[in-house]
Protein backbone atom coordinates (compact mmCIF):
# COMPACT_ATOMS: atom_id res chain seq x y z
CA UNK A 1 0.00 0.00 0.00
CA UNK A 2 1.31 3.10 -0.62
CA UNK A 3 2.03 6.45 1.42
CA UNK A 4 -1.29 7.99 0.09
CA UNK A 5 -3.36 5.11 0.22
CA UNK A 6 -2.27 4.64 3.88
CA UNK A 7 -3.02 8.25 4.89
CA UNK A 8 -6.28 7.74 3.35
CA UNK A 9 -7.64 5.16 5.87
CA UNK A 10 -6.26 7.48 8.58
CA UNK A 11 -7.99 10.43 7.18
CA UNK A 12 -11.44 8.76 6.96
CA UNK A 13 -10.83 7.47 10.46
CA UNK A 14 -10.25 11.36 11.17
CA UNK A 15 -13.24 12.14 9.53
CA UNK A 16 -15.75 9.69 10.80
CA UNK A 17 -14.55 10.00 14.61
CA UNK A 18 -15.41 13.92 14.40
CA UNK A 19 -19.03 13.26 12.30
CA UNK A 20 -17.54 15.37 9.04
CA UNK A 21 -18.38 13.05 6.29
CA UNK A 22 -21.26 15.24 5.48
CA UNK A 23 -19.84 18.00 6.05
CA UNK A 24 -21.32 20.40 2.57
CA UNK A 25 -20.32 21.30 -0.52
CA UNK A 26 -18.95 24.85 0.57
CA UNK A 27 -17.06 23.28 3.52
CA UNK A 28 -14.40 21.95 1.89
CA UNK A 29 -12.92 24.31 -1.73
CA UNK A 30 -10.19 24.17 -3.58
CA UNK A 31 -9.00 26.92 -6.32
CA UNK A 32 -5.75 27.51 -8.01
CA UNK A 33 -3.41 30.41 -6.58
CA UNK A 34 -1.80 33.54 -8.38
CA UNK A 35 2.03 33.16 -8.46
CA UNK A 36 1.87 36.37 -5.82
CA UNK A 37 -0.77 34.67 -3.55
CA UNK A 38 0.69 31.70 -3.17
CA UNK A 39 4.46 32.93 -2.80
CA UNK A 40 4.64 36.73 -3.20
CA UNK A 41 7.63 38.31 -4.55
CA UNK A 42 10.44 36.30 -3.17
CA UNK A 43 13.92 37.88 -3.67
CA UNK A 44 14.89 34.81 -6.65
CA UNK A 45 12.46 34.65 -9.77
CA UNK A 46 13.22 31.41 -11.10
CA UNK A 47 10.61 29.50 -8.29
CA UNK A 48 8.72 26.83 -10.87
CA UNK A 49 5.55 28.76 -9.61
CA UNK A 50 7.17 32.32 -10.76
CA UNK A 51 7.62 31.13 -13.82
CA UNK A 52 4.68 29.01 -14.55
CA UNK A 53 5.60 25.65 -14.63
CA UNK A 54 3.59 24.51 -11.02
CA UNK A 55 0.29 26.15 -9.50
CA UNK A 56 -0.55 25.51 -5.61
CA UNK A 57 -4.30 24.20 -4.93
CA UNK A 58 -5.38 25.52 -1.68
CA UNK A 59 -8.09 23.82 0.21
CA UNK A 60 -10.02 25.52 3.02
CA UNK A 61 -11.50 23.44 5.90
CA UNK A 62 -13.19 25.11 8.90
CA UNK A 63 -11.56 28.05 9.08
CA UNK A 64 -8.27 26.08 7.83
CA UNK A 65 -6.15 26.53 4.64
CA UNK A 66 -3.81 23.72 3.35
CA UNK A 67 -2.01 23.62 0.61
CA UNK A 68 -0.09 21.69 -2.50
CA UNK A 69 2.00 22.04 -5.48
CA UNK A 70 0.85 20.52 -9.36
CA UNK A 71 1.62 20.71 -12.68
CA UNK A 72 -1.83 20.58 -13.39
CA UNK A 73 -4.47 23.47 -12.77
CA UNK A 74 -7.74 23.37 -11.49
CA UNK A 75 -10.49 22.74 -9.32
CA UNK A 76 -12.55 20.57 -7.68
CA UNK A 77 -15.48 21.30 -4.69
CA UNK A 78 -17.38 19.12 -2.80
CA UNK A 79 -18.09 17.43 0.55
CA UNK A 80 -15.33 16.00 2.82
CA UNK A 81 -16.34 12.01 2.29
CA UNK A 82 -16.16 12.99 -1.82
CA UNK A 83 -12.77 13.83 -1.61
CA UNK A 84 -11.68 11.43 0.50
CA UNK A 85 -12.90 8.98 -2.53
CA UNK A 86 -11.09 10.59 -5.19
CA UNK A 87 -9.56 7.61 -7.26
CA UNK A 88 -6.01 9.90 -6.93
CA UNK A 89 -5.50 8.87 -10.65
CA UNK A 90 -4.33 12.11 -11.68
CA UNK A 91 -1.64 14.99 -10.25
CA UNK A 92 -4.80 17.13 -9.89
CA UNK A 93 -6.82 14.43 -7.70
CA UNK A 94 -4.00 14.24 -5.57
CA UNK A 95 -2.79 17.77 -4.62
CA UNK A 96 -6.67 18.55 -4.00
CA UNK A 97 -6.29 15.10 -1.66
CA UNK A 98 -3.35 16.25 -0.16
CA UNK A 99 -4.56 19.91 0.15
CA UNK A 100 -7.39 19.13 2.03
CA UNK A 101 -5.79 16.70 4.05
CA UNK A 102 -3.26 19.59 5.22
CA UNK A 103 -6.55 21.57 5.99
CA UNK A 104 -8.25 18.89 7.95
CA UNK A 105 -5.27 18.27 10.06
CA UNK A 106 -4.37 21.98 10.27
CA UNK A 107 -8.30 22.55 11.65
CA UNK A 108 -7.37 19.67 14.47
CA UNK A 109 -3.97 21.87 15.18
CA UNK A 110 -2.23 18.29 14.22
CA UNK A 111 -0.06 20.04 11.65
CA UNK A 112 0.88 23.76 11.55
CA UNK A 113 3.11 23.96 8.18
CA UNK A 114 -0.13 23.81 5.68
CA UNK A 115 0.23 27.49 3.86
CA UNK A 116 3.50 28.47 1.97
CA UNK A 117 6.40 30.84 2.81
CA UNK A 118 6.42 34.03 1.44
CA UNK A 119 8.65 37.02 0.18
CA UNK A 120 12.18 37.04 1.78
CA UNK A 121 11.04 33.38 3.72
CA UNK A 122 12.25 31.38 1.38
CA UNK A 123 15.26 32.64 1.38
CA UNK A 124 15.55 32.17 5.01
CA UNK A 125 14.07 28.60 4.77
CA UNK A 126 17.32 27.89 2.32
CA UNK A 127 19.75 29.37 5.04
CA UNK A 128 18.20 27.56 8.09
CA UNK A 129 18.61 24.16 6.06
CA UNK A 130 22.42 24.27 6.05
CA UNK A 131 22.10 23.69 10.17
CA UNK A 132 19.01 21.53 9.82
CA UNK A 133 20.98 18.97 7.96
CA UNK A 134 24.54 19.24 9.96
CA UNK A 135 22.81 18.96 13.28
CA UNK A 136 20.86 15.88 11.48
CA UNK A 137 22.81 13.81 9.67
CA UNK A 138 27.37 15.62 9.75
CA UNK A 139 28.20 15.97 6.32
CA UNK A 140 26.28 13.49 4.53
CA UNK A 141 26.56 13.45 -0.11
CA UNK A 142 23.33 14.78 -0.92
CA UNK A 143 20.82 13.48 -3.40
CA UNK A 144 18.35 16.29 -4.45
CA UNK A 145 15.03 15.78 -6.11
CA UNK A 146 13.31 18.38 -7.57
CA UNK A 147 14.99 21.80 -8.56
CA UNK A 148 14.37 24.32 -5.44
CA UNK A 149 17.45 26.62 -6.94
CA UNK A 150 17.55 28.48 -3.63
CA UNK A 151 18.10 25.23 -1.19
CA UNK A 152 20.55 23.86 -3.95
CA UNK A 153 22.54 27.03 -3.68
CA UNK A 154 22.92 27.72 -0.19
CA UNK A 155 23.46 23.46 1.07
CA UNK A 156 26.30 23.13 -2.63
CA UNK A 157 28.28 25.47 -0.55
CA UNK A 158 28.69 23.11 2.60
CA UNK A 159 27.98 19.38 0.88
CA UNK A 160 28.68 17.19 -2.22
CA UNK A 161 25.16 17.25 -4.15
CA UNK A 162 23.57 15.86 -6.92
CA UNK A 163 20.56 16.79 -8.33
CA UNK A 164 17.27 15.50 -10.78
CA UNK A 165 14.29 17.61 -11.91
CA UNK A 166 11.71 16.57 -14.12
CA UNK A 167 11.06 20.06 -15.91
CA UNK A 168 13.25 19.42 -19.18
CA UNK A 169 14.10 22.98 -19.37
CA UNK A 170 15.89 22.68 -15.95
CA UNK A 171 18.64 20.08 -17.39
CA UNK A 172 21.91 21.23 -17.82
CA UNK A 173 21.65 24.40 -15.59
CA UNK A 174 24.41 24.90 -13.13
CA UNK A 175 23.62 25.86 -9.65
CA UNK A 176 27.20 26.59 -8.05
CA UNK A 177 28.69 23.51 -8.48
CA UNK A 178 25.74 21.58 -9.05
CA UNK A 179 24.53 20.57 -12.50
CA UNK A 180 20.65 19.46 -12.86
CA UNK A 181 20.46 16.44 -14.13
CA UNK A 182 17.44 14.42 -16.01
CA UNK A 183 15.18 11.84 -13.86
CA UNK A 184 16.57 9.31 -15.71
CA UNK A 185 19.60 9.42 -13.17
CA UNK A 186 17.55 9.06 -10.26
CA UNK A 187 18.91 6.04 -8.85
CA UNK A 188 22.37 6.48 -9.88
CA UNK A 189 22.44 9.72 -7.62
CA UNK A 190 20.59 7.95 -4.65
CA UNK A 191 22.79 5.02 -5.00
CA UNK A 192 25.96 7.72 -5.18
CA UNK A 193 24.13 9.67 -1.72
CA UNK A 194 23.90 9.32 2.19
CA UNK A 195 20.85 11.10 2.01
CA UNK A 196 17.84 11.95 -0.27
CA UNK A 197 15.96 15.38 0.00
CA UNK A 198 13.08 15.06 -1.53
CA UNK A 199 10.47 17.97 -2.62
CA UNK A 200 6.93 17.26 -1.48
CA UNK A 201 5.85 17.77 -4.42
CA UNK A 202 6.59 13.93 -5.57
CA UNK A 203 3.48 13.06 -3.73
CA UNK A 204 1.65 14.92 -5.90
CA UNK A 205 3.25 13.67 -8.79
CA UNK A 206 2.94 9.55 -7.98
CA UNK A 207 7.28 9.15 -7.35
CA UNK A 208 7.47 9.71 -4.04
CA UNK A 209 7.81 5.70 -3.25
CA UNK A 210 10.53 4.95 -5.06
CA UNK A 211 12.26 7.71 -2.25
CA UNK A 212 11.47 5.82 0.59
CA UNK A 213 13.86 2.70 1.79
CA UNK A 214 17.41 2.15 3.04
CA UNK A 215 18.79 5.41 2.78
CA UNK A 216 17.22 9.09 5.11
CA UNK A 217 14.77 10.91 3.46
CA UNK A 218 13.30 14.50 4.41
CA UNK A 219 10.77 15.62 2.55
CA UNK A 220 10.73 19.60 2.33
CA UNK A 221 7.85 22.15 1.74
CA UNK A 222 4.19 22.29 2.66
CA UNK A 223 2.75 20.39 0.34
CA UNK A 224 3.93 17.00 2.29
CA UNK A 225 2.84 18.17 5.86
CA UNK A 226 -0.17 15.48 6.51
CA UNK A 227 1.15 12.99 4.82
CA UNK A 228 5.06 13.30 6.78
CA UNK A 229 2.55 13.51 10.01
CA UNK A 230 0.04 10.58 8.94
CA UNK A 231 2.78 7.87 7.96
CA UNK A 232 5.71 9.14 10.57
CA UNK A 233 8.06 10.56 7.44
CA UNK A 234 10.78 13.11 7.86
CA UNK A 235 9.76 17.00 6.67
CA UNK A 236 11.92 20.59 6.45
CA UNK A 237 9.40 22.97 6.27
CA UNK A 238 10.82 26.03 8.25
CA UNK A 239 9.32 29.21 7.57
CA UNK A 240 5.47 27.45 6.13
CA UNK A 241 2.35 28.73 8.16
Known amino acids: MNQLEKARIKLIEI ?15 ARTLTANEAIGTPERDDYPILKGKEVMIEASFRGSKGQAFTDQPGSRSGSLKEIME ?19 LKALNKIDKTVHCRNEEPKECAKHMVGYIKE ?12 QQG ?3 QLSQYFAMKAVDLDPDNIGKKFNSVIIQDVSHTKEIIDWADIILATGSTSVNDSMEQFIGDK ?18 NQYCHCGH
Not at 15 to 29: C, K, L, P, R, T
Not at 136 to 147: E, T
Request: aromatic fraction near 10%; charge should be neutral.
Open 15 to 29: MNENGWANEQINVVS
Open 86 to 104: LPLNTNLERAVFIATANAM
Open 136 to 147: KFGNPKIAFIGL
Open 151 to 153: MIA
Open 216 to 233: PVVFFGVTISAIAYLNNL
